[in-house]
């Protein structure tokens, strides 16, 4: 005799596809119920107040001001393009590696520290050297271009003391 080829398994995953089905015509027969059709208009409309918010009471016809067509703007404002001076910025270089080919730009104007490859460069550069840039956005964020070195004083570095080595010679009748 051959046995059934329905198992245990398969019997319990048929029981809970046809107790989903149950449950979704119930559902569905509810919704059909507690749909409400042929609402009246009044019942369907929305109003938005004076501070933007959507009502279901219509606004107060005494607060209703008349607004001039003219004066409204759609839309950004155009913006004046900067001035060449504003374009060229002055900083110091805060950091820079040499072997990587980046480093960053202290902006004196508001101390924003700006990011520099190595490409964005017209003359070689050092930390703490004293720059003039243009800024460039890239998909990554501000990045400063034609940097070269500002031509007035630089920034002074960090005092370096340095130990005079005293040599010890011997002392001869020359000398003394």
Do not use: C, W
């Not at 369907?44 to 606004?59: K, R």
């Not at 004046?80 to 590696?97: D, Q, T, W």
Request: hydrophobic share 35%.
């Amino acid at each position: 005799m051959a046995k059934s080829q329905e198992t245990l398994s398969k019997k319990e995953k048929e029981k809970a596809k046809l107790k989903k089905r149950k449950e979704k015509a119930e559902k569905r027969e509810e919704r059909k119920a507690s749909a409400v059709k042929g609402q009246s208009l009044e019942d369907m409309m929305a109003y938005v107040d004076e501070n933007g918010n959507i009502t279901s009471t219509p606004p107060d016809l005494k607060k209703r001001r008349e607004v001039n067509a003219e004066d409204m703007v759609i839309g950004v404002a155009k913006k004046a393009a900067p001035e060449p001076e504003e374009l060229v910025r002055k900083g110091v270089i805060s950091f820079f590696n040499e072997s990587k080919g980046y480093g960053f730009i202290k902006d004196l104007k508001n101390q924003a520290s700006v990011f520099v490859h190595i490409n964005g460069l017209l003359e070689q550069v050092k930390e703490n050297d004293k720059v003039t840039f243009e800024i460039e956005m890239t998909h990554k964020g501000a990045s400063a271009t034609k940097v070269q070195i500002d031509r007035g004083d630089k920034v002074p570095a960090a005092p370096v003391v340095v130990a005079e080595a005293k040599s010890e010679e011997p002392k001869t009748d020359e000398t003394v």
